[in-house]
Structures are given as structure tokens and as C-alpha cells.
């Protein structure tokens, strides 16, 4: 019995990672950093995640919504030295409030970001001849 329930509460926490219908996983961070590492070693370049916490709380609290905040990271560029790359960092939110009166919608934030494993810029903006 106690191992179904242990099943059942993985299963549920796997499925609530889950955005609905995209099938991406996003795990829960506090912060961006552990995202951008993982962006980084990933075979494909990107990561996902849902920002929580304190500045996630604080950021719903603000857009008077309870909806997750989303972080897709992708990798745009593979930089010569090991470990660097250019990022693209996106946030979006669904169901933000701007202001009294406007209709609740989703509002997201990119930009882009040179960055290494170390947590530090590149050296040489040189790319890297590997794909």
C-alpha cells in the first residue's frame, strides 16, 4: 500500500511539471543559474523550468495571478571555449494584470545572455567550428 502511494505522489508531481499539452518537462527553481548550466551541457541546447520561491510569489502577487512563471533557455551560440555560450533566456507568465480594467494575457521577458559554466562572460566572443 505504501509503495502505491509512493507511485501515485511521483506520478502526480511528474504530471504537474508537465505544461499542459507541450509535453516539456520544467523543473522547479528558485533561481535562473542551475537553467543556464543545464542549457549549456544539454545535447540540445535548451532548458525549462518554473521559477518559485519568494520572487515567484512576489511577481504573482504583483500581476495579480497565480499561474506559473515559465523559463525556457536555448542555446544560440557555441563559443570556443568550453563551457561558453550565448543564451536565450525567455519568462512568460499566462494570465497577467497590468492594470485595472486591461485584459489579463500572457506577458513574457527575453533577452539574450553570454554565458559560462563558471558563471562568468567568455574570454573571446570566437565561436566554436563544432555545431
Known amino acids: 500500500m505504501l509503495k502505491t502511494l509512493v507511485y501515485v505522489m511521483i ?22 543559474r542551475p ?3 543545464e542549457a ?11 521559477l518559485t520561491g519568494q520572487v515567484a510569489d512576489a511577481i504573482g502577487r504583483q500581476f495579480k495571478t497565480a499561474e ?3 523559463v525556457d533557455v536555448t542555446t544560440l551560440i557555441r563559443y570556443a571555449e568550453d563551457g ?8 512568460w507568465q499566462e494570465d497577467v494584470q497590468l492594470g485595472q480594467g486591461v485584459p ?12 559560462c559554466r563558471t558563471g562568468m562572460p567568455p574570454r573571446s566572443l570566437e565561436k566554436s567550428v563544432q555545431p
Request: net charge positive; with cysteine.
Open 35 to 37: 537553467l543556464l548550466i
Open 84 to 91: 561558453c555560450r550565448r543564451l536565450s533566456v525567455l519568462f
Open 68 to 70: 506559473p512563471i515559465n
Open 11 to 32: 506520478a502526480l508531481a511528474n504530471s504537474a511539471a508537465l505544461v499542459q499539452g507541450s509535453g516539456v518537462l520544467r523543473r522547479p527553481v528558485e533561481e535562473v
Open 104 to 115: 489579463a494575457k500572457r506577458q513574457t521577458v527575453e533577452f539574450g545572455i553570454n554565458y
Open 40 to 50: 549549456i551541457d544539454a545535447p540540445a541546447g535548451e532548458a525549462h523550468g518554473r
